[in-house]
């Protein structure tokens, strides 16, 4: 049996945003069964 998980691609800009704005590197998102990771690279 597979599964489709879809996620609110206008949430997952927010969480880019996020980022952007605190300076983080990485958040994750989990409701009940789901799951989103955004990260990003900082360059060296």
């Known amino acids: ?3 489709s ?3 609110d691609p ?6 880019a945003k996020i980022l952007r704005e605190t300076d983080l590197t ?5 409701e009940n069964d789901s799951r989103i990771r955004v990260a990003r690279v900082i360059p060296a």
């Open 26 to 30: 990485e958040i994750e998102l989990v």
């Open 10 to 15: 206008a949430a997952i800009r927010e969480l």
């Open 1 to 3: 049996m597979s599964s």
């Open 5 to 7: 998980i879809t996620f």
